[in-house]
């Protein structure tokens, strides 16, 4: 059979995001909003702090009072947070004020309570204090009308707690993409089940749907289709309100490598199939009617690692957030020969050296069949197409695994 050239990796990535849309808008409650893309720069609808307020337990002062120390000044009234003392603070006078109360008319900073003492009405100021002392001026940490975080940020718990300051019960997020998927093998049975003599279970439906769900996808799995074209058409119909449709298995050129032949009188439109990518070279791309289409290979570890890099950036430009892989530079823990022609992602693990660049060691065997290796890699070394051998020490580029 005639060889094509593959598709290289980087451009078969940009394919499937300049193919994608992005779904939908939903206003939901701060409860709601962890781990979702915000879809619309939020705007704070209050100035905080709101005034300027204290930022310790202690007396508002006038600085100016506290030039020579000891300094005796009067105590003439008190601010609680929450409350507040009304009159204007004058020469000679101080205010016991407490954490988050606002400063006072006349006063200009907070001499911490340690730093004094108190005589009846009288308190005794021990240190100088400086104009700004202790005083968190209105509008410190943002201003009504400031945009508080952009569109596609990834909302932390630090965001919602931002939001919930700004006065934002609610936040405008994308739909979570519905990524439905099947699994193809007459050799597959579900996990718990009884596998016949010849059949194996099926990993990928149960690790898709994890990676799905950690991507901020909702994953919606269809099963296992035999190896017939009537079984993987019937399947892929059930994909129709879907966001994509991803399909496991049957990628590939052997006779019972039927998703394409299946999907084809359904509409399914190619962009492109294989890839210069190790593992993963029989990953398909298309579109079945309106609905992008991915097909995975079979082999588990291919599986997922076309998911880590294809799949997951997928879900998430969907969302309208950052695709950008977060690689990283590792020295090698092992000799790595000259790459050949795919790009190669290597099974490794990262140990951490205090104080220098992490090391990466590839793991001997890199059989794209075992999951017992993907599972206790930390990270992908990542290898161009003809890259040259690399010697234990030397500097490599890796894709963490866990963050
Ligand atoms: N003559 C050629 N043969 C193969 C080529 C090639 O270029 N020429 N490519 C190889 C590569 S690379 C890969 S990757 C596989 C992928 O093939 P398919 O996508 O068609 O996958 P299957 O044949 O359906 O399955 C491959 C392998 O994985 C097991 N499998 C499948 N689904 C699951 C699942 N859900 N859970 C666990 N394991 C699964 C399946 O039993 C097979 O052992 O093709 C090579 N062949
Ligand atoms: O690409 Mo296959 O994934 O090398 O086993």
């Avoid at 093998?185 to 990928?204: C, F, K, T, W, Y």
Wanted: glycine share 10%; net charge negative.
């Amino acid at each position: 059979m005639a060889q094509h050239p593959l598709l290289p990796v980087e451009e078969a990535r940009a394919r499937i995001m300049a193919a994608l849309r992005t779904t939908e808008k939903e206003s939901l409650p701060l409860a709601r909003v962890l781990g979702r893309f915000l879809a619309e720069e939020a705007i704070a609808r209050r100035t905080q702090p709101p005034a300027d307020l204290s930022a310790m337990d202690g007396y508002a002062v006038r600085a100016a009072d506290t030039l020579t120390v000891p300094a005796r000044l009067r105590v003439v009234g008190e601010a609680p947070a929450g409350g507040a003392y009304t009159e204007h603070l004058n020469e000679g006078e101080a205010v016991r004020i407490f954490t988050g109360a606002p400063l006072p008319q006349g006063a200009d900073a907070v001499v911490i309570q340690e730093d004094t003492s108190r005589e009846g009405d009288v308190v005794v100021i021990e240190e100088t204090a400086t104009a700004g002392d202790h005083v968190r001026v209105c509008g410190l940490d943002f201003r009504t009308g400031d945009p508080g975080m952009p569109a596609g940020r990834k909302l932390s718990p630090a965001d919602i707690a931002l939001a919930a300051a700004m006065n934002l019960p609610q936040l405008e997020v994308r739909k979570q993409p519905v990524i439905a998927f099947f699994s193809t093998g007459d050799e597959l049975v579900r996990p718990g089940a009884e596998p016949g003599p010849n059949q194996i279970i099926s990993a990928n439906n149960d690790g898709l749907a994890a990676l799905i769900l950690e991507a901020g996808g909702i994953p919606l799995d269809l099963g296992i289709a035999r190896d017939t074209v009537g079984d993987i058409r019937e399947i892929a119909a059930r994909a129709e309100h879907a966001d994509m449709l991803v399909t496991l298995g049957g990628a590939s050129v052997g006779d019972h490598d039927l998703v394409q032949e299946a999907l084809t009188p359904l509409g399914l439109d190619i962009d492109f199939w294989k890839i210069a990518m190790r593992p993963g070279k029989p990953l398909i791309f298309g579109k079945l009617g309106d609905t992008p289409m991915l097909g995975l290979p079979g082999n588990p570890v291919s599986a997922l690692v076309c998911a880590i890099l294809f799949l997951r950036p997928a879900i998430i430009r969907m969302q309208g957030g950052d695709t950008a892989l977060h690689l990283t530079q590792a020295r090698l823990g092992a000799d790595l020969p000259q790459n050949g022609s795919r790009e190669d992602y290597i099974r490794a693990g990262l140990d951490h050296v205090p104080g220098e660049i992490h090391v990466a060691t590839p793991f001997p065997i890199q059989d794209s069949s075992m999951l017992s290796v993907l599972a206790d890699a930390s990270c992908l070394i990542v290898r161009k197409p003809h890259a040259e051998a690399v010697q234990a020490g030397g500097i490599v580029t890796v894709l963490p695994l866990r963050r």
